[in-house]
């Protein structure tokens, strides 16, 4: 069984920042990447940011500037810090892995989500 536990959401003035964290636990044998998506009310699923295992990073247009994504590989953890945080990145944020098991190939694992609010 693989887990994906998020933590950090919350309530944020806008202009204010956030950092998320996300860490995957179980019978990992590889992980080949890591990232967050986000879904608002009423609108699909989208990618905010990836990172590889290698480092490589994949940002969507709307948070290029203002959000980092990076990685502990060691403790199979990423992070995204959220800075200059708008009304528009409110959403539930969805943390994602592409990992393979000791008894599985690879497949993409999912979070169970943590609220960002962006209100004054």
């Known amino acids: 069984q693989v887990q994906l536990v998020e933590s950090g959401g919350g309530l944020v003035q806008p202009g204010g920042s956030l950092r998320l964290s996300c860490a995957a636990s179980g019978s990992i044998f590889s992980i080949y990447a890591m990232g967050w998506y986000r879904q608002a009310p009423g609108k699909e699923r989208e990618l905010v940011a990836t990172i590889t295992n290698g480092g490589s990073t994949n940002y969507a247009d709307s948070v290029k500037g203002r959000f980092t994504v990076s990685r502990d590989n060691a403790k199979n953890t990423v992070y995204l810090q959220m800075n200059n945080l708008k009304p528009e990145d409110t959403a539930v944020y969805y943390c994602?892995?592409?990992?393979?098991?000791?008894?599985?190939?690879?497949?993409?694992?999912w979070g169970q989500g943590t609220q960002v609010t962006v209100s004054s």
């Open positions: 994602n892995a592409r990992l393979s098991t000791y008894s599985r190939s690879a497949r993409d694992y």
